[in-house]
Protein backbone atom coordinates (compact mmCIF):
# COMPACT_ATOMS: atom_id res chain seq x y z
CA UNK A 1 0.00 0.00 0.00
CA UNK A 2 1.32 3.70 -1.16
CA UNK A 3 2.50 5.78 1.98
CA UNK A 4 -0.72 7.35 3.39
CA UNK A 5 -0.43 11.26 4.03
CA UNK A 6 -1.27 11.43 7.66
CA UNK A 7 -4.44 12.77 8.73
CA UNK A 8 -4.80 15.43 11.51
CA UNK A 9 -6.24 14.31 14.95
CA UNK A 10 -9.61 15.57 15.75
CA UNK A 11 -9.23 16.92 19.20
CA UNK A 12 -12.35 17.35 20.04
CA UNK A 13 -12.11 17.04 23.99
CA UNK A 14 -9.27 19.77 24.63
CA UNK A 15 -12.38 22.16 24.84
CA UNK A 16 -15.30 22.84 27.31
CA UNK A 17 -14.95 18.99 28.49
CA UNK A 18 -16.84 20.43 31.61
CA UNK A 19 -20.03 21.44 29.45
CA UNK A 20 -22.80 19.05 29.62
CA UNK A 21 -24.44 20.70 26.05
CA UNK A 22 -22.88 22.78 23.42
CA UNK A 23 -23.99 24.65 20.72
CA UNK A 24 -23.42 23.88 17.46
CA UNK A 25 -21.39 26.82 16.52
CA UNK A 26 -19.28 26.06 19.52
CA UNK A 27 -18.65 22.48 18.00
CA UNK A 28 -18.12 23.53 15.13
CA UNK A 29 -15.08 25.22 16.37
CA UNK A 30 -13.74 22.51 18.34
CA UNK A 31 -13.49 19.96 15.69
CA UNK A 32 -11.34 22.93 13.52
CA UNK A 33 -8.50 22.24 15.84
CA UNK A 34 -5.99 19.31 15.16
CA UNK A 35 -3.09 17.46 16.56
CA UNK A 36 -0.75 14.99 14.62
CA UNK A 37 -0.99 11.70 16.99
CA UNK A 38 2.06 9.39 16.17
CA UNK A 39 3.85 6.48 18.09
CA UNK A 40 6.55 4.57 17.93
CA UNK A 41 7.07 5.95 13.79
CA UNK A 42 3.64 4.58 13.23
CA UNK A 43 0.38 6.58 12.47
CA UNK A 44 -3.02 6.47 12.29
CA UNK A 45 -4.98 7.76 9.63
CA UNK A 46 -8.25 9.91 10.68
CA UNK A 47 -10.69 10.89 7.93
CA UNK A 48 -12.77 14.38 9.63
CA UNK A 49 -16.02 15.07 9.43
CA UNK A 50 -15.17 18.01 7.07
CA UNK A 51 -12.96 15.89 4.61
CA UNK A 52 -16.45 12.86 4.73
CA UNK A 53 -19.25 15.71 3.97
CA UNK A 54 -20.86 15.74 7.68
CA UNK A 55 -23.75 17.99 8.56
CA UNK A 56 -23.79 20.10 11.65
CA UNK A 57 -24.85 17.84 14.50
CA UNK A 58 -28.70 19.69 15.64
CA UNK A 59 -27.33 18.85 19.41
CA UNK A 60 -24.04 18.02 21.17
CA UNK A 61 -24.19 16.72 24.64
CA UNK A 62 -21.29 15.71 26.20
CA UNK A 63 -19.91 13.78 29.68
CA UNK A 64 -17.05 14.43 31.11
CA UNK A 65 -14.17 12.10 32.51
CA UNK A 66 -11.79 9.81 31.17
CA UNK A 67 -14.04 6.74 29.02
CA UNK A 68 -14.75 3.28 30.59
CA UNK A 69 -16.13 1.48 27.81
CA UNK A 70 -15.60 0.38 24.22
CA UNK A 71 -18.57 -0.60 22.52
CA UNK A 72 -17.85 -2.40 18.82
CA UNK A 73 -20.58 -2.03 16.27
CA UNK A 74 -21.18 -3.45 12.43
CA UNK A 75 -23.31 -1.07 10.02
CA UNK A 76 -25.27 -4.25 8.27
CA UNK A 77 -25.94 -1.69 6.05
CA UNK A 78 -24.35 0.15 4.35
CA UNK A 79 -22.22 -2.45 2.78
CA UNK A 80 -18.50 -3.20 3.67
CA UNK A 81 -16.32 0.23 1.52
CA UNK A 82 -12.94 0.12 0.83
CA UNK A 83 -11.70 3.54 -0.09
CA UNK A 84 -11.87 7.18 1.67
CA UNK A 85 -14.73 7.80 -1.51
CA UNK A 86 -16.83 4.85 -0.74
CA UNK A 87 -16.23 5.18 2.91
CA UNK A 88 -17.63 8.36 3.26
CA UNK A 89 -20.45 7.47 1.49
CA UNK A 90 -21.20 5.05 3.94
CA UNK A 91 -20.63 7.79 6.26
CA UNK A 92 -23.36 10.26 4.49
CA UNK A 93 -26.03 7.43 4.41
CA UNK A 94 -25.67 6.13 7.79
CA UNK A 95 -25.86 10.03 9.22
CA UNK A 96 -29.19 11.02 6.87
CA UNK A 97 -30.63 7.62 8.43
CA UNK A 98 -29.73 8.69 11.99
CA UNK A 99 -30.21 12.00 11.72
CA UNK A 100 -33.03 12.28 9.36
CA UNK A 101 -34.93 9.03 9.56
CA UNK A 102 -34.52 8.26 13.72
CA UNK A 103 -34.80 12.18 14.17
CA UNK A 104 -31.20 11.65 16.75
CA UNK A 105 -28.69 14.71 16.79
CA UNK A 106 -26.28 13.27 14.91
CA UNK A 107 -24.08 10.06 13.42
CA UNK A 108 -24.72 7.65 16.26
CA UNK A 109 -21.56 6.39 16.64
CA UNK A 110 -18.56 8.28 18.09
CA UNK A 111 -16.39 7.07 15.31
CA UNK A 112 -16.06 4.03 12.17
CA UNK A 113 -13.95 2.53 10.80
CA UNK A 114 -13.53 1.71 6.95
CA UNK A 115 -12.04 -1.31 4.48
CA UNK A 116 -9.56 0.97 3.82
CA UNK A 117 -7.74 1.04 7.42
CA UNK A 118 -8.72 4.93 8.00
CA UNK A 119 -10.63 5.97 10.88
CA UNK A 120 -14.13 8.37 10.03
CA UNK A 121 -14.88 11.06 12.58
CA UNK A 122 -18.30 10.86 14.21
CA UNK A 123 -19.46 12.05 17.25
CA UNK A 124 -16.01 11.77 18.84
CA UNK A 125 -15.08 11.59 22.31
CA UNK A 126 -17.04 12.29 25.35
CA UNK A 127 -20.09 13.07 23.52
CA UNK A 128 -23.43 11.30 24.25
CA UNK A 129 -23.66 9.03 21.62
CA UNK A 130 -27.18 7.24 20.41
CA UNK A 131 -25.41 3.37 19.72
CA UNK A 132 -25.95 1.19 23.16
CA UNK A 133 -28.91 1.81 25.68
CA UNK A 134 -27.46 2.53 29.30
CA UNK A 135 -24.05 2.90 27.44
CA UNK A 136 -24.36 6.15 25.50
CA UNK A 137 -22.56 8.55 27.95
CA UNK A 138 -19.96 6.31 29.08
CA UNK A 139 -18.72 4.62 25.83
CA UNK A 140 -16.64 4.86 22.40
CA UNK A 141 -19.05 3.82 20.19
CA UNK A 142 -16.92 2.43 17.48
CA UNK A 143 -18.61 0.80 13.62
CA UNK A 144 -16.53 -1.28 11.61
CA UNK A 145 -18.71 -0.66 8.60
CA UNK A 146 -20.22 -3.44 6.50
CA UNK A 147 -22.10 -7.22 7.37
CA UNK A 148 -19.82 -9.14 9.42
CA UNK A 149 -21.57 -11.89 9.93
CA UNK A 150 -20.04 -14.23 8.13
CA UNK A 151 -17.10 -12.89 6.76
CA UNK A 152 -14.20 -11.90 8.71
CA UNK A 153 -14.12 -7.95 8.59
CA UNK A 154 -10.32 -7.23 6.23
CA UNK A 155 -6.92 -7.15 8.49
CA UNK A 156 -6.55 -3.42 7.65
CA UNK A 157 -10.06 -2.54 9.31
CA UNK A 158 -8.94 -5.28 12.40
CA UNK A 159 -5.43 -3.52 12.78
CA UNK A 160 -6.81 0.14 12.46
CA UNK A 161 -9.54 -0.59 15.18
CA UNK A 162 -6.89 -2.40 17.51
CA UNK A 163 -4.81 0.58 17.24
CA UNK A 164 -6.75 3.12 17.65
CA UNK A 165 -8.39 2.27 20.80
CA UNK A 166 -4.29 2.26 21.72
CA UNK A 167 -3.99 5.48 20.84
CA UNK A 168 -7.07 6.60 23.06
CA UNK A 169 -5.88 4.94 25.77
CA UNK A 170 -2.42 6.42 25.70
CA UNK A 171 -3.88 10.31 24.51
CA UNK A 172 -6.05 10.15 27.68
CA UNK A 173 -9.17 9.85 26.40
CA UNK A 174 -10.07 6.02 27.25
CA UNK A 175 -9.30 4.74 30.90
CA UNK A 176 -6.55 2.53 30.43
CA UNK A 177 -8.46 -0.45 32.54
CA UNK A 178 -11.32 0.24 29.72
CA UNK A 179 -13.71 -2.84 28.91
CA UNK A 180 -14.35 -4.11 25.71
CA UNK A 181 -17.86 -4.88 24.39
CA UNK A 182 -19.80 -6.03 21.44
CA UNK A 183 -23.15 -4.71 20.93
CA UNK A 184 -25.64 -7.45 21.54
CA UNK A 185 -24.03 -7.77 25.24
CA UNK A 186 -26.15 -4.28 25.56
CA UNK A 187 -29.00 -4.47 23.08
CA UNK A 188 -31.31 -7.46 21.71
CA UNK A 189 -29.33 -7.35 18.35
CA UNK A 190 -26.94 -9.67 16.17
CA UNK A 191 -24.82 -6.85 15.76
CA UNK A 192 -21.48 -6.47 15.62
CA UNK A 193 -21.90 -9.90 13.90
CA UNK A 194 -21.53 -12.97 14.69
CA UNK A 195 -17.57 -13.32 12.74
CA UNK A 196 -16.51 -9.81 14.90
CA UNK A 197 -17.67 -10.79 18.00
CA UNK A 198 -15.83 -13.59 17.68
CA UNK A 199 -13.41 -12.15 16.48
CA UNK A 200 -13.16 -9.04 19.31
CA UNK A 201 -13.46 -11.70 21.69
CA UNK A 202 -10.03 -12.61 21.37
CA UNK A 203 -8.82 -9.27 22.08
CA UNK A 204 -7.07 -7.80 25.11
CA UNK A 205 -10.01 -5.53 27.97
CA UNK A 206 -12.63 -7.80 26.17
CA UNK A 207 -15.39 -8.32 28.91
CA UNK A 208 -18.14 -11.65 29.02
CA UNK A 209 -19.87 -9.68 31.20
CA UNK A 210 -22.68 -8.60 30.73
CA UNK A 211 -23.53 -11.37 28.72
CA UNK A 212 -26.81 -9.77 27.14
CA UNK A 213 -29.03 -6.53 27.52
CA UNK A 214 -31.02 -8.55 30.20
CA UNK A 215 -28.19 -9.32 32.49
CA UNK A 216 -28.19 -7.76 35.65
CA UNK A 217 -24.31 -7.77 36.02
CA UNK A 218 -23.70 -4.18 34.45
CA UNK A 219 -19.67 -3.69 34.77
CA UNK A 220 -19.62 -0.09 35.62
Same mark, same amino acid.
Given at each position: ?????????????????????????????????????????????????????????? *???????????????????????????????? *??? *??????????????????????????????????????????????????????????????? *?????????????? #?????? #????????????????????????????????????????????
Amino acid at each position: MEQEIIRKWNALTILLLAASTLSVSAYALQVTETEDIKANDTAISIVTRNEWSARDPK *MVERFTGTIPFVIIHHSYIPKACYDEDGCSKA *MRK *MQDMHQLKNGWNDIGYSFAVGGDGRIYHGRGYNVIGAHSPRYNDKSIGICLIGDWTIEKPPQA *MLSATKRFIELSVE #NGFLSP #NYKLLGHRQVRNTECPGQRLYEEISSWSHFSNKPAGPDDPEIPY
